[in-house]
């Protein structure tokens, strides 16, 4: 199979694993929501941001090393593997004796056994990186698309079913432990590779000049992403840190799904083209007008009609999520385009522009937290931390300029012109805002559905071309 349809079958089945994920986490997850409250979210959500450090180190950075390499040997991956156990060993036993300290952190000795028994989540997780790096190397992702399926369902219903028969918060401890229990299962039984009892050093290093770049930026990009939910947990206890998590995890689900697909097989698809700079830039751009249509309605949809969608989604318990949700909305606009400049930049293979983003990213947004934080208020954090995604938005268009040498201009340029097909559902949102703030929500939500439709009729040969330029672009990939 040639790399275009390699690209064009990856893209199929993960957006229609995506879709599906997305559905059935969308529903499940509001029937446990529903079921265990903000609570109990809030202090499995304690466990699993200080996990979350150390899965960053299970990795250890070379999964994406192993993507980005044309020449990867089976004693790369064997060598890998064997470490990625050996560090999933040593994780799980620091992290289960690290318990006590951990519920010191946070003043809360309930936390003690949940991080024991969650302690269990490295080895699992460790088990499975390199097999999943193979299937996505080979462009194998309807086993991987499966696999996800299967385990979000079946770990999902474990979860209900604990939930309800009163187990409470370790209804959550078993969604997260089932879940990559049958995920890889499954990618195991559905692949044909074994690991060799070879561990050869010189490949680790060999690897190492490029990973140690990608563990140094997700070092980093952890602390970022870790640190709001880390200070809340500890200064305004579990229930902020539920409704604050939620809010977020409820907002990226749609955004990131509708991106995820798309980056997930492009950024090894752009590895195999890295050295054609001006293809690449050109396929981004044409990527950004796609994003543009895609996320800009969702992102005015949550703005305006958040404390609705909160209220029919969770119930009256979590209405105080609603204020928090309706400010992190506006960073919808954004996120997909930083998550993609990531992989392309990423796809270039060079460690100086990683370390561009490392050292001022990464700055950036831990500098907004704690601005954010000193305030004392979960609404003042999220609107540091939606201004913060503003700026590493811009940040991120200038460098994938500099990686690709093309100019910045285009690129901001293109940004501008996709606002086009939001101009009039917006129009129509802030009319009705001025003239009737107390219209009906279904007649304000029916406005803005026809003004889309309007917008997109207007723009109908643009919108038909473009989708005629991106079928073009996976065919030239």
Known sequence: MTLKKKVVSGVLWTAASNIGGTLLSFTLGVWLARLL?????????????????????????????????????????????????????????????????????????????????????????????????????????????????????????????????????????????????????????????????EFNTANIRNLGKFSLSILLNGVFNTVATSLDKILIGKNLGAQSFG???????????????????????????????????????????????????????????????GDTIIWLMFGNEWAAMAPVFKILALTAGFIPFNIIADSIIKSQGSSYYLNLITFVEKPLVVVAILAGVSFGSILALSWCLTIATFIVFLFKSWLISLALEQPYKTLLIQHAISVKYIALPLLALLAVMLFQPDMYVVFAAGLFVLALLLSLTLFRKSVWSLVQEVIQVYRSV
């Open 243 to 305: 409704l604050y998590t939620k809010a977020y995890g409820t907002l990226r689900l749609p955004v990131n799904q509708l991106t995820y697909a798309m980056n997930r097989v492009l950024y090894p698809a752009f590895s195999q083209i890295q050295s054609q700079r001006k293809h690449v830039f050109d396929v981004y751009r044409k990527i950004i007008r796609l994003v543009s249509l895609l996320i800009f309605p969702v992102m005015l949809g949550f703005v305006f009609f």
């Open 37 to 197: 409250g903000p609570s109990a979210y809030g202090l499995i959500g304690m466990v699993l941001v200080i996990a979350g450090f150390g899965r960053l180190l299970l990795d250890f950075g070379f999964g994406e090393a192993l993507i980005q390499k044309q020449d990867v040997t089976e004693r790369d991956y064997s060598s890998v593997f064997w470490f990625n156990i050996a560090i999933a060993i040593v994780l799980c036993g620091l992290f289960y004796m690290s318990a006590p300290w951990i519920a010191a952190f946070y003043a809360n000795t309930d936390l003690i056994p949940l991080t024991q028994v969650m302690s269990l989540s490295f080895l699992l997780n460790g088990s499975i990186i390199v097999q999943r790096i193979r299937l996505e190397k080979a462009f194998r992702y309807r086993v991987i698309s499966l696999a996800e399926l299967t385990s979000s369902l079946l770990s999902s219903v474990v979860a209900i079913a604990m939930a309800y028969k009163g187990f409470g918060v370790w209804s959550l401890v078993a969604l997260n432990l089932t879940k990559p229990l049958i995920y890889g299962l499954y990618i195991w039984v559905a692949s044909t590779w074994l690991p060799s009892l």
